[in-house]
Every structure is written in structure tokens, then in C-alpha cells.
């Protein structure tokens, strides 16, 4: 079904990933590998979290811990215990959209990890599991663009 014929219908997941986040054990040092590997470290990272632009989608380093605190879940190996190692991510254009998406990934199967909830660096996340326990960031932040193919750009004039 072609994205012109979807408008009436719920809100659901674009055929893209904007972000793809490592949970990693230490930061600093997977920081330095990454770089070290020929990657150019985004102007929007900070202490906590490394980006890396990968032609339209965002790569991100974010301690193991902080993400798995992040899903609301644990951190671990075992994805259907509710640990997370990584997750996907998609921004979405309005706050709306994030509980569309949630609500679809309940009728769908899923579980919800985390109700929309406010991180400190702005905008509004959420997270679902699918049936597998795999983790999905569902993100709003006003400083994150998406253009009309749904590629995600942080803007580092907001």
C-alpha cells in the first residue's frame, strides 16, 4: 500500500529507523572506538551521549544503564525479560503521534515500557517492546527535524 492511501488510517511506523542507540558499558571508550573507526561525532553531543550522523539515520553511544532506565526497563541480555542492550528509535513530527503509536503497539501485541514521559534533554519519549521484547524509542523533540522522506536531522540552532 503505497503512504498516500494510508492517511486514514491510524497512525503507524514509517518504513525508516531515525536513531539506532548502543546501550554501552563505557562511554568514553566507545566514544574513542567510533572515532577511532573514521566516525565524525555529531556537534549535539554531550557527556552522556554520542552522535553519529550514518546518511539519514543517527547512530548513538548512551550508557547501558541510562538507556535501559530510559525504556523503564533493566539492563541485561535477555530482551524478554525486559532488559534492553539497544534499542530503535523513530522521531516522530507531533506529541500526538507518540501515543497513536503506542496504542497500536498494544492492539498489535506489544507492551508498553515507558508512558510518554518528558527526558531531561526535551521533547517526549516513550517506549514499547514488540512480541520479541525488543525495544522502541518513540520520540517528539522540537530541536530534531525530519525531512519529507522521514530522515531525522538534530538542529543545532534551537
Do not use: C
Not at 521484547?133 to 520520540?139: H, L, N, P, Q, R
Amino acid at each position: 500500500m503505497d503512504s498516500d492511501q494510508d492517511t486514514d488510517q491510524d497512525t503507524g511506523l514509517r518504513n525508516n529507523i531515525s536513531f539506532v542507540t548502543l546501550g554501552v558499558r563505557d562511554l568514553a571508550r566507545s566514544r574513542r572506538f567510533y572515532v577511532d573507526m573514521g566516525l565524525v561525532e555529531h556537534q549535539s553531543s554531550n557527556e552522556h551521549v554520542a552522535f553519529f550522523e550514518m546518511g539519514g539515520q543517527l547512530f548513538a553511544l548512551f550508557p547501558r544503564d541510562a538507556l535501559a532506565e530510559d525504556a523503564g526497563a533493566s539492563s541485561g541480555t535477555d530482551p524478554e525479560q525486559g532488559r534492553v542492550l539497544f534499542s530503535l528509535s523513530q522521531n516522530v513530527r507531533t506529541r500526538m503521534e507518540i501515543d497513536e503509536l503506542l496504542e497500536r503497539a498494544r492492539k498489535a501485541g506489544g507492551r508498553v515500557l515507558r508512558e510518554p514521559s518528558e527526558p531531561p534533554w526535551g521533547g517526549v519519549r516513550a517506549y514499547f517492546a514488540d512480541p520479541d521484547g525488543f525495544a522502541w524509542e518513540i520520540a517528539w523533540n522540537p530541536k530534531t527535524l525530519i525531512d519529507d522522506s522521514g530522515r531525522v536531522q538534530l538542529d543545532t540552532t534551537r
